[in-house]
Nanobody, 125 residues
Framework: QVQLVESGGGLAQTGGSLTLSCAAS????????MGWFRQSPEKEREFVAH????????QYSDSVKGRFTISRDNAKNTVYLQMNSLKPEDTAVYYC??????????????????WGQGTQVTVSS
């Protein structure tokens, strides 16, 4: 089992920045590829970014590429999402998720076994 707790959400202005954190506990954190997803009202949960166990492999959705950066610190059991140049369409609940495997799979939410409770990000225009 892996328990995940997100933090760092809040209100930002268009063009601003926020950094989300996800603290993991339970099984060895370095055994899990990690991902960030988001969901806004009346929309399905969508992939944002994911990172392999070592951090060597990272992938992003087209909508955030060049603006968001995913990273991890295995010594702190934490994964981060640095969000820059925020847009109103980035407004959503952001979820941290963990795979059972070390390496990246597809970008579907079904690839991820463990989920946090989510943190709200609101970007004002």
């Amino acid at each position: 089992q892996v328990q995940l707790v997100e933090s760092g959400g809040g209100l930002a202005q268009t063009g601003g920045s926020l950094t989300l954190s996800c603290a993991a506990s339970g099984r060895t954190f370095s055994n899990n590829a990690m991902g960030w997803f988001r969901q806004s009202p009346e929309k399905e949960r969508e992939f944002v970014a994911h990172i392999s166990w070592s951090g060597a492999m990272r992938q992003y959705s087209d909508s955030v590429k060049g603006r968001f950066t995913i990273s991890r610190d295995n010594a702190k059991n934490t994964v981060y999402l640095q969000m820059n140049s925020l847009k109103p369409e980035d407004t959503a609940v952001y979820y941290c998720a963990a795979r059972r495997e070390r390496y990246l799979g597809g970008s579907s939410a079904a690839e991820y076994a463990y989920w946090g409770q989510g943190t709200q990000v609101t970007v004002s225009s």
